[in-house]
């Protein structure tokens, strides 16, 4: 069936980097754009951006431009939201979620991964 | 790009209808016919209830409704049952640049 399988929890000190996997299967992964959307405990969900597999450009909300970056290598069908330069404030669990090419809505969620970020 | 804004929490009991409000702009909510609603229950992902304003994905219960006036989408769910019991968070597609926005969240207690 078809899902989306993220990486595990991690532990980031203040200033460091975090690299989280979203790995796609029963469904061709170069179809859909990969979202990442982030919720800070206890808030509310908050968009970060997305990428299009086939090709690879990417958009990132104003608020993480300089500090995102997210790939993906289609060869293994995943994607990676990679984030720098991290504050505590940064400690959430990060959604990927699919959307199609022609609609705007997320069909499809991964579980989460949670990133705390502490000293 | 500002947040849509949803009460924080609505409740009702088993059997009635609620609805849930969710209020954006004219650049968001108000251009696009592009709202979704998601449902999230404690300590998991977010699930698809509706899109494009009033469609349900296949699986959806038809307690589950949504519409549009302006600037301001709502969901309505009849027939509440102690399932519904969960957070719901609507989203709009917001143009090319700034993408999507989600709501701030309404908590759903059933009484």
């Known amino acids: 069936q078809e899902q989306v399988v993220q990486s595990g929890a991690e532990v980031k000190k203040p200033g460091a980097s975090v690299k989280v996997s979203c790995k796609a299967s029963?469904?061709?992964?170069?179809?859909?754009?990969m979202h990442w959307v982030r919720q800070a405990p206890g808030q509310g969900l908050e968009w970060m951006g997305y990428?299009?597999?086939?090709?690879?450009?990417?958009n990132y909300a104003q608020k993480f431009q300089g500090r995102v970056t997210m790939t993906r290598d289609t060869s293994i069908s995943t994607a990676y939201m990679e984030l720098s330069r991290l504050r505590p404030d940064d400690t959430a669990v990060y959604y990927c979620?699919?959307?199609?090419?022609?609609?705007?809505?997320?069909?499809?969620w991964g579980r989460g991964t949670l990133v705390t970020v502490s000293s | 790009q500002s947040a849509l804004t949803q009460f924080a929490s609505v409740s009702g009991s088993p059997g009635q209808s609620i609805t849930i409000s969710c209020t954006g702009t004219?650049?968001?909510?108000?251009?696009?016919?592009?709202v979704s609603w998601y449902q999230q229950h404690p300590g998991k992902a977010p699930k698809l209830l509706i899109y494009?304003?009033?469609k349900r994905p296949s699986g959806v219960s038809n307690r589950f409704s949504g519409s549009k006036s302006g600037n301001t989408a709502s969901l309505t769910i009849s027939g509440l049952q102690a399932e519904d019991e969960a957070d719901y968070y609507c989203?709009?597609?917001?143009?090319?640049?700034?993408?999507?926005?989600f709501g701030t969240g309404t908590k759903v207690t059933v009484l």
């Open positions: 979620a699919r959307v199609s090419f022609y609609y705007w809505y997320f069909d499809l």
């Open positions: 029963g469904y061709t992964f170069t179809d859909y754009y």
């Open positions: 990428i299009n597999p086939h090709g690879g450009r990417t």
């Open positions: 004219s650049s968001d909510v108000g251009y696009y016919d592009l």
């Open positions: 494009e304003v009033s």
């Open positions: 989203c709009s597609y917001a143009g090319s640049v700034t993408d999507y926005v």
